[in-house]
């Protein structure tokens, strides 16, 4: 019954979506087609950075998930309030600096970028399903370790659309080791790599180094939670794992964990956390690291992207 809704869904939004007026730019659609978090944020972060070092210049929509504006389309600024335009897209504007709006309606989002001018690619965090915005290039991000799951669809599995979308897109990331597509369907491993941790309450950043061996707090409101404390485990540190649900609203409770032992959180959590985080909080930020030849290849495929005239 999902899949049906799902198949007929899309095929009324990409009538809909032929009949529209073309984008005057590319568009280049970063998503999944499985719940839970696949690395999607950092993957999109990584990619405009890339782009402008290729000589473009790139804009961002997205949804806004979790956040709720007075108005859309709404600007996404450095110091923007997450409960306004949601913790993803506030990550996005303060780690790349790129233009970016957020909508429910990303077309609309798409409008408001363009007509602000300078942008000449337009990057949507997430919206794989969006099938309203025509799109140039398709790219779904995987988490390696979990892969499609038992392949099916919700409510009885953890896709929202069959495995045989994969043929469709233009390239199918997949974030760690465990699982791969076919030879058939382009792809690529990405890797996440912590980087220094830095304090929510100003101060020097540190390098994870500076615990090894220590107790500390690890707090994720990720898809994935298992992934940012395995990944600190692995830094050698001593964690008392507390997961949170995706995009959790945090309160000053949430941190208040009885002791003075260091809490350590993932980038995302912290931007909802600036106003009453605790002395000892970091935030650790995940960048994606994708090999010279892969990134070529990025490369190469939107290279033909580009439009003259």
């Given at each position: 019954m999902y899949g049906r809704i799902?198949?007929?869904?899309?095929?009324?939004?990409?009538?809909?979506?032929?009949a529209a007026s073309p984008i005057p730019v590319p568009v280049v659609v970063v998503g999944n087609i499985s719940i839970g978090g696949t690395g999607k944020t950092p993957f999109v972060i990584w990619l405009v950075e890339q782009l402008r070092q290729w000589g473009w210049s790139p804009g961002v929509v997205s949804r806004g998930y979790g956040g709720r504006a007075p108005s859309y389309p709404h600007r996404v600024t450095a110091t923007d309030d997450p409960a306004v335009c949601g913790d993803e897209p506030l990550l996005i504007a303060r780690r790349t600096g790129v233009p970016l709006f957020v909508d429910p309606d990303r077309r609309r989002a798409v409008a408001a970028l363009l007509a602000q001018g300078g942008v000449d690619i337009i990057v949507t965090d997430d919206g794989l399903q969006h099938y309203r915005l025509p799109r140039d290039f398709e790219i779904c991000?995987?988490?390696?370790?979990?892969?499609?799951?038992?392949?099916?669809?919700?409510?009885?599995?953890?896709?929202?659309?069959?495995?045989?979308?994969?043929?469709?897109?233009?390239?199918?990331?997949?974030?760690?080791?465990?699982?791969?597509?076919?030879?058939?369907?382009?792809?690529?491993?990405?890797?996440?790599?912590?980087?220094?941790?830095w304090p929510l309450r100003g101060g020097v950043p540190l390098p994870l180094f500076r615990w090894r061996g220590q107790k500390v707090h690890a707090v994720a409101g990720i898809g994935h939670p298992q992934r940012f404390f395995d990944a600190l485990a692995a830094e050698g540190l001593l964690i008392e794992p507390h997961p949170f649900p995706d995009h959790h609203a945090f309160s000053a409770a949430d941190l208040d964990f009885g002791d003075d032992l260091p809490v350590l959180m993932t980038e995302k959590d912290a931007m909802k956390c600036l106003d009453f985080a605790p002395a000892a909080a970091w935030a650790v930020p995940a960048s994606a690291q994708i090999d010279t030849a892969a990134g070529a290849r990025v490369q190469q495929s939107l290279q033909s992207l580009k439009r003259t005239g």
């Open positions: 799902a198949q007929r869904r899309r095929t009324r939004f990409l009538q809909q979506r032929d991000v995987v988490d390696g370790r979990r892969g499609l799951g038992n392949g099916w669809l919700l409510p009885a599995g953890p896709l929202r659309e069959l495995p045989a979308r994969l043929d469709a897109v233009g390239l199918v990331v997949v974030n760690g080791e465990g699982w791969s597509p076919p030879d058939s369907i382009p792809h690529l491993v990405m890797k996440l790599a912590l980087e220094d941790a």
